[in-house]
C-alpha cells in the first residue's frame, strides 16, 4: 500500500516542496515571496498529529479491505487536491502534470492545438463550439456545431472533456476527427500547430470612433493590443470603446500593460496587500501614452484584472463604465510551482484601485445602466460594423464619443 505508507512524503509534497518559480493568475505578474517558514511557523503546522493519525487510519483499512489496487499518482493528486479544498477557498486548486500544462497555456496565451474551442454538455459528445478565423481546424473544414465521435479512431463520447482535449493535443503532427455533423459522419484529418489565443478584436466604429473587444488578459494580450491600437490610429481614431464584458480576467501585469497606453510614466495602476500588510505596486512604465478619450463596457461577468484596469480608467480619468455591475473579484491567487512540475494556487493578497478603493464582493456600478448587457450574443457581433452599432451598450457608449 505504497500511497499510504508513503503519505507524509505524498503529502509534503504540497506543503514544503515549493521552489521559486511564481506566477500570479486572475490578478498579478511575478512576486517575490520571502523564505518559509514565514514568521517562525513551521512548514508542518498545517499538517496536526490528529491529522496524520486518522489519515494513516483510513490508510490501514484500505490497505486490508480495499478490493482493487491503488495508484500510487492518483492517490498523491487527490491528496494534494484535498489540502487546496480544505483551505475553504473557492479560488485554490491543485493541477496536475496534464492540467499544469493547460493552465501554463491559458498564461502564456499560446497552445498547441487544432485551433477549436470545445465544450461537453452531460453524457454526450463534445462539440465544437468556436472555431479561431486561419487555424489549422478552419483550414481543414471543421465547422462550429460539430460533434466529436473518434479521434484517431478513438470513440471519445464517453470521455470527460479534458480526456478529449488531451487527446486532440497529441504529439504528432496531425490528428483525424470523426465528427457529426447535423446527420452525416465525416472524418477530417487536421495539422496541428502552435497557437496563439486570439484575445483582442476591434475595428473602427465611425470615421474616429475605434472599438476594441478585450476577452482575457494573458502574455500575447499585450502585442494585440498594441497592433489594435496602431491599426486604428492609422485610420484616424480619436476615442475609444473598450468592451470588458465577459472578461473574466488574467495577468494583472498584462492589465497594466494595457493601461501603460493610456497614462505617463510612473502611474499607479493597482496595488495589491497581503495578510502581512505587504503593498506591491503596479506602475506604468510608458512614456509614449495616447491621450484620447475611453469609455468602458462591463457585465456582470467582468472580473479581476479586467476591473483592475476598469479602476484604473476611472481613478485616473474619470472614463464612464456602460453596461452593468462587474463581478466583484478583488482578490490575487499565486500559483506556485511544486517540485515535480505541479502546481496550488491559493489567495494571497487583495487588490486596491489607485484611490485605494477594494471592490471584493462589491463590483463596480456603471455610470450608465444597460438592460441588455449581460446578452452574450454580442461576442458574434465583433466582426460585423453594423450589427455591433446595434448592440445597446456600444450603441450608448458611441454616442458619449462623438
Known amino acids: 500500500m505504497n500511497a499510504f505508507k508513503n503519505f507524509m512524503l505524498g503529502f509534503a509534497t504540497a506543503i514544503v516542496l515549493i521552489c521559486g518559480t511564481v506566477v500570479i493568475l486572475d490578478l498579478t505578474g511575478t512576486v517575490d515571496f520571502p523564505e518559509l517558514p514565514i514568521n517562525g511557523r513551521k512548514r508542518t503546522d498545517i499538517i496536526s498529529d490528529n491529522t496524520k493519525t486518522k489519515v494513516n487510519e483510513i490508510g490501514n483499512y484500505v490497505d486490508y479491505y480495499y478490493l482493487n489496487d491503488v495508484d500510487d499518482t492518483m492517490m498523491t493528486d487527490g491528496i494534494c487536491a484535498g489540502v487546496m479544498a480544505g483551505l475553504g477557498d473557492k479560488y485554490a486548486a491543485y493541477y496536475n502534470g496534464a492540467q499544469t500544462e493547460n493552465y501554463d497555456a491559458m498564461i502564456n496565451g499560446t497552445y498547441r492545438g487544432i485551433g477549436v474551442t470545445v465544450k461537453k454538455i452531460s453524457t454526450g459528445p463534445a462539440i465544437i463550439v468556436g472555431v479561431n478565423e486561419d487555424s489549422p481546424a478552419s483550414r481543414a473544414g471543421v465547422m462550429r456545431g460539430d460533434r466529436i465521435l473518434k479521434v484517431d479512431g478513438k470513440g471519445v463520447v464517453k470521455l470527460s472533456l479534458d480526456e478529449v482535449v488531451s487527446l486532440i493535443k497529441t504529439d504528432k503532427d496531425e490528428v483525424t476527427l470523426t465528427l457529426r455533423r447535423r446527420r452525416k459522419i465525416i472524418e477530417i484529418t487536421v495539422e496541428i500547430e502552435e497557437i496563439e489565443n486570439e484575445s483582442v478584436e476591434y475595428m473602427m466604429l465611425t470615421d474616429k470612433v475605434g472599438y476594441i473587444y478585450l476577452s482575457k488578459f494573458d502574455k500575447s494580450t499585450t502585442e494585440q493590443f498594441k497592433d489594435a491600437l496602431d491599426?486604428?490610429?492609422?485610420?484616424?481614431?480619436?476615442?475609444?470603446?473598450?468592451?470588458?464584458?465577459?472578461?473574466?480576467?488574467?495577468?494583472?501585469?498584462?492589465?497594466?500593460?494595457?493601461?501603460?497606453?493610456?497614462?505617463?510614466?510612473?502611474?499607479?495602476?493597482?496595488?495589491?496587500?497581503?495578510k502581512n500588510g505587504v503593498e506591491v505596486r503596479y506602475e506604468t512604465e510608458n512614456n509614449d501614452e495616447l491621450d484620447i478619450p475611453v469609455v468602458l463596457i462591463a457585465n456582470s461577468q467582468t472580473a479581476s484584472a479586467a476591473e483592475i484596469l476598469i479602476g484604473a480608467f476611472r481613478d485616473l480619468s474619470g472614463s464612464k463604465l456602460y453596461g452593468s455591475k462587474t463581478y466583484g473579484k478583488g482578490i490575487v491567487q499565486t500559483a506556485f510551482s511544486l517540485s515535480d512540475g505541479t502546481v496550488v494556487k491559493f489567495t494571497t493578497a487583495k487588490y486596491y484601485t489607485p484611490k485605494g478603493d477594494c471592490i471584493h464582493e462589491k463590483g463596480f456600478e456603471p455610470d450608465f445602466q444597460v438592460a441588455d448587457a449581460d446578452d452574450t450574443t454580442f461576442k458574434e457581433l465583433t466582426k460585423n460594423r453594423d450589427a455591433l452599432l446595434q448592440d445597446a451598450c456600444v450603441s450608448e457608449a458611441v454616442k458619449s464619443l462623438e
Open 231 to 274: 491599426s486604428m490610429q492609422a485610420d484616424g481614431m480619436e476615442s475609444l470603446c473598450l468592451d470588458l464584458r465577459n472578461n473574466g480576467g488574467g495577468l494583472v501585469d498584462i492589465a497594466t500593460d494595457i493601461a501603460d497606453f493610456f497614462y505617463p510614466k510612473g502611474e499607479s495602476i493597482c496595488y495589491t496587500k497581503d
